[in-house]
């Protein structure tokens, strides 16, 4: 099981691999976010939380086709199936290579990139708390979106379409968590409800993804 | 007995190919499927792997017995073909990569990124994970596809090898082995007759 995980980390890292794509993503759109709202640090610091929210699950998106479709077009996904481990398995250690590769660099740079959107002081805690919660989420309900389209040429666009209702709940209650934080109120009623969300996906969605997967192998 | 088909039925995009066959595979044999192109061979072996539910019918095969090797070799070019077939290996439970290497003369080749390798180097070294999987039957679709001459015969005597090691074989092919061990088994008798409109959904799912 661990061969795979680090298979998946391996090619990350390696040239043309999906490495740096969202981080550099995210920092566009935190840096280009003050050219297009004007010079008012007092909007900035209303803004933040939920522009670096959005930011981080757009790119998180960006990355998704590559989860399955790459294994697929090579032949591995179908050896894969046939490999002793579980699709289930498969699936899930997918997500969690696409978290470590895509979500934890996005969580570790969010507060540097606050700096840039003048987030108010006690935001820092939430949010880095809220997105380190919530971008699990983002990744398991992303290969459930990946694996629905693998097979389908330039299913990209698909698997938007498909992902974007899913990825509105933990959206909603990430951005809210951190947002209360930044005004300095009470904010551990959607940081539960983002855990809750988050634990459902992990726990549910990789049955979801196998039996899909299975499907469309056929 | 490693392997045996029953009455199977295999379709695909939910229309029968093939019906009606019956075989039985023993360990040290080999079974050498023959018909032209779009016969049904690919999905007969995707079916026997597991790749694919049979349309009627059951195939019979012990519990992690199959390996299949498709027309992809599952070789990723930015990891070396050492670490390649390392991979497949720890996947599979732990067969010697060293000795595969040698079984298909790649141990030259082991730090080349598989991206720089040609087509006969890929098929080779996607050859020589069958080896590192240590399972009992082999399921291959045209094999010597993009193999020289001199490859075709290290294929042949990985899988004499692996027949004399109690292995057993199935492979779609249009090259003549010569292996003693194999039976040939032409399917252009079993073309399903009628397609499957009965269960036509499944051309959906």
Redesign the interface.
Known sequence: M???LI?DL??AM????GFGLGLAFFLIVVVLVPFAVGPRADLHSVIASGILWLGALLACLLSLDRIFALDH????L????????PLEALVSLKALAHWLTTGLPLVLAAPFLAVLLNLPVAGYAPLLISLALGTPALSVIGTFGAALTVGVKRGGLLMSLLVLPLYVPTLIFGAEAARRGAEGLEYAPPLAMLAGITCGTIALLPFASAAVVR?N?? | MSLSAHNLSVSRGGIAVLEGLNFTLSPGRALILRGPNGSGKTTLLRTLAGLQRPLRGSVTAGAETLVYAGHADGIKSALTAQENLRFWSDIFGGGDVDAAMAAYELEGLADRPAGALSAGQKRRLGLARLIVAKRLVWLLDEPTVSLDTHATGLFAAAVRAHLGAGGAAIMATHIELRLEEAETLDVGPFKARATALDRFDEAFL
Not at chain 1, 73 to 76: F, M, T, Y
Not at chain 1, 78 to 85: G, Q
């Open positions: 661990k061969a795979i298979r391996r090619l390696r040239a043309g691999g077009e090579d032949g591995s179908d050896l894969l199936a046939t490999a002793p481990l499907v192998l056929r």
